[in-house]
Nanobody, 124 residues
């Protein structure tokens, strides 16, 4: 199986910065898509940023404050967050679409995996 482990969350003052990290481990042959989602209390989980190969996608509310990147090993993803606001308070979840080889011909099957989340709290 595959595990995603996030780190880097915490309590920070408004205007501060954080760097979230996510590392994937386990039975992995290829990861093309990794991303960050967040869920605030009483709200649905929403996309923050996603990276697929070298293409990135950001939610509108990011507005240049967040930067997503992949590690050189390609099984890690980072989210650099700057100019934090109280409304950024949420649990941030890592997502990965992991492909594994299922037969001798090299056929791949893709599955979605989620981390357990890392909480980010921004005080005003």
């Amino acid at each position: 199986q595959v595990q995603l482990v996030e780190s880097g969350g915490g309590l920070v003052q408004s205007g501060g910065s954080l760097r979230l990290s996510c590392a994937a481990s386990g039975r992995i042959d290829r990861i093309n898509d990794m991303g960050w989602y967040r869920q605030a209390p009483g709200k649905e989980r929403e996309l923050v940023a996603r990276i697929s190969n070298d293409n990135t996608e950001y939610a509108d509310f990011v507005k240049g404050r967040f930067t997503i990147s992949r590690g050189s090993a390609k099984n890690t993803v980072y989210l650099q967050i700057a100019s934090l606001k109280p409304e950024d308070t949420a649990v941030y979840y890592c997502h990965a679409k992991v492909e594994t080889i299922v037969n001798v011909e090299g056929a791949l099957i893709a599955r979605d995996y989620w981390g357990k989340g890392t909480p980010v709290t921004v005080s005003s």
